[in-house]
């Protein structure tokens, strides 16, 4: 009996704990977005974190859009060459790219280049004392220092998931059409007649807006709660990967569920 | 880094992410489908409509001329109605008839119009009087069954 009372306050003591986690979480993050001005009065802030977050991860974002679209695109002539319908390979990278590959993907490479980088950066700052030292000089570390990161990151990841996406295109009709000899105009018509820009494109952009948002929130956050040690930094930058991961693959799932179905 | 060279690869970046963007609106995508072209809405009742669904094709002569704006039931007629949104640049005269057609063997179906030679042209809001239902796969085939047993038979 005492076995089972000890189990279940456990229980509550994980619930009350993670609930809390959340609220201040939350808190945190409204407090980054209610400081938020100073990207507007001070942006060479905001262009420093976009280089930072969005520069830096071009040549990963591009080499692995590029690959991921060849790949797709070999895989998928396979296939479509056992029903005599190749042409369609255009179709099948252009819409898995702009759809699914193109967001998800983007933001878990740049949870783990830019995101982990954001972490140790924000934890590291609060090791040495660099954001108590900026409180004693009455500047704000929230406005300037995690604010600008926090939008650095937003603005970068829907641009960074469009060059993925390009990129990817870009990589399937190199494959397809210059290296294995599928019809060009067929590629691109095809491509053409059945992506759509509102339902497919827009829909895109706007989960690589959210995605952005969730794991520069995380990365901001998981910096500023860790436990200022060196360990409390690694391991804070661990669960940035972690949880930003786990976040998008949850994320895409729920936007997935209320974009691309009915009536298609 | 310097600075003056930050805004230069930040301002790469941009150019780049849009460039990105706009290839895969004018190059991917379907450059009609982001300026919705006006469209006149004209609704057709079938006995049977198939597999056809909303934003299924509707094309005359193999163009496409418009897409299928919603399927619905009507209770009255104990039909389905069709609302099909044509292309303002295309006219059909008043005596078309619209048939529910597939594309190859197992492809999509679409809507096909066959325009007729009435002098007055559909509006918005009119009717397609003659239609052609789509042809269910199974049911021809039972037909044909049915049809050779009974061939069988007489004999």
């Given at each position: 009996m005492t076995?089972?009372?000890?189990?279940?306050?456990?229980?509550?003591r994980?619930?009350?704990?993670?609930?809390w986690?959340?609220?201040?979480a939350?808190t945190?993050?409204f407090?980054?977005?209610?400081?938020?001005?100073?990207?507007?009065?001070?942006?060479?802030?905001?262009?420093a974190?976009?280089?930072?977050?969005?520069?830096?991860?071009?040549?990963?974002?591009?080499?692995s859009g590029?690959?991921?679209?060849?790949?797709?695109g070999?895989?998928?002539y396979?296939?479509l060459?056992r029903?005599?319908s190749?042409?369609?390979?255009g179709?099948?990278?252009?819409?898995?790219?702009?759809?699914?590959?193109?967001?998800?993907?983007s933001?878990?490479?740049?949870?783990?280049?830019?995101?982990?980088a954001?972490?140790?950066?924000?934890?590291?700052?609060?090791?040495?004392?660099?954001?108590?030292?900026?409180?004693?000089m009455?500047?704000?570390?929230?406005?300037?220092?995690?604010?600008?990161?926090?939008?650095?990151?937003?603005?970068?990841?829907?641009?960074?998931a469009?060059?993925?996406?390009?990129?990817?295109?870009?990589?399937?009709?190199?494959?397809t059409?210059?290296?294995?000899?599928v019809?060009?105009?067929?590629?691109?018509?095809?491509?053409q007649?059945?992506?759509?820009?509102?339902?497919?494109?827009?829909?895109?952009?706007?989960?690589?807006?959210?995605?952005?948002?969730?794991?520069?929130?995380?990365s901001?956050?998981?910096?500023?709660?860790?436990?200022?040690?060196?360990e409390?930094?690694?391991k804070?930058?661990?669960?940035?990967v972690?949880?930003?991961?786990?976040?998008?693959?949850?994320?895409?799932?729920v936007?997935?569920?209320?974009?691309?179905?009915?009536?298609? | 880094?310097?600075?003056?060279?930050?805004d230069l690869?930040?301002?790469?970046?941009?150019?780049?992410?849009?460039a990105?963007?706009?290839?895969?609106?004018?190059k991917?995508?379907?450059?009609?489908?982001?300026?919705?072209?006006?469209?006149?809405?004209?609704?057709a009742e079938?006995?049977?409509?198939?597999?056809?669904?909303?934003?299924?094709?509707?094309?005359?002569?193999?163009?496409?001329v418009?897409?299928v704006?919603?399927v619905?039931?009507?209770?009255?007629?104990?039909r389905?109605?069709?609302k099909?949104?044509?292309?303002?640049?295309?006219q059909?005269p008043?005596?078309?008839?619209a048939?529910?057609?597939?594309s190859?063997?197992?492809?999509?179906?679409?809507?096909?119009i066959?325009?007729?030679?009435?002098?007055?042209?559909?509006?918005d809001g009119?009717?397609?009087?003659i239609?052609?239902?789509?042809i269910?796969?199974?049911?021809v085939i039972g037909?044909?069954?049915?049809?050779?047993?009974?061939?069988?038979?007489?004999?």
């Amino acid at each position: 009996m005492t076995l089972f009372k000890t189990m279940l306050s456990k229980l509550g003591r994980k619930t009350i704990d993670s609930l809390w986690t959340l609220g201040v979480a939350s808190t945190f993050i409204f407090r980054v977005i209610a400081r938020s001005s100073i990207v507007i009065r001070r942006p060479n802030l905001l262009v420093a974190e976009m280089h930072f977050a969005g520069v830096l991860s071009l040549v990963i974002i591009i080499v692995s859009g590029l690959f991921v679209g060849l790949v797709l695109g070999l895989q998928g002539y396979e296939t479509l060459k056992r029903y005599g319908s190749t042409g369609a390979v255009g179709t099948l990278v252009a819409l898995s790219l702009v759809r699914e590959l193109g967001p998800v993907v983007s933001a878990l490479l740049f949870a783990s280049r830019a995101g982990s980088a954001i972490t140790a950066e924000i934890g590291i700052m609060k090791t040495t004392e660099q954001l108590s030292a900026m409180e004693m000089m009455a500047v704000d570390p929230y406005a300037r220092v995690i604010a600008p990161m926090f939008w650095g990151g937003v603005l970068s990841m829907p641009l960074l998931a469009a060059i993925f996406s390009a990129m990817g295109i870009i990589g399937g009709y190199l494959i397809t059409v210059v290296v294995i000899g599928v019809d060009s105009g067929a590629f691109w018509s095809q491509m053409q007649a059945s992506v759509d820009f509102h339902h497919d494109i827009l829909n895109g952009v706007i989960k690589s807006v959210v995605f952005g948002t969730a794991v520069s929130a995380i990365s901001v956050y998981e910096g500023y709660a860790s436990v200022p040690t060196a360990e409390g930094v690694s391991k804070a930058v661990t669960r940035t990967v972690v949880t930003s991961a786990l976040a998008v693959l949850a994320l895409d799932f729920v936007l997935t569920a209320f974009m691309f179905t009915g009536a298609h | 880094m310097e600075r003056s060279v930050i805004d230069l690869w930040v301002g790469i970046f941009v150019a780049l992410g849009i460039a990105a963007l706009l290839f895969l609106a004018l190059k991917a995508g379907n450059v009609d489908s982001i300026i919705k072209s006006e469209g006149y809405l004209v609704s057709a009742e079938f006995d049977n409509i198939g597999g056809l669904k909303a934003k299924a094709p509707v094309k005359s002569a193999g163009v496409i001329v418009g897409r299928v704006d919603n399927v619905s039931f009507s209770n009255q007629s104990l039909r389905a109605v069709v609302k099909l949104n044509l292309d303002k640049q295309f006219q059909f005269p008043k005596d078309s008839s619209a048939s529910i057609l597939t594309s190859g063997l197992l492809g999509d179906q679409f809507v096909g119009i066959d325009p007729g030679g009435a002098l007055e042209n559909l509006q918005d809001g009119d009717r397609v009087r003659i239609t052609q239902s789509a042809i269910v796969l199974e049911k021809v085939i039972g037909q044909f069954l049915y049809g050779k047993m009974s061939e069988k038979n007489g004999d």
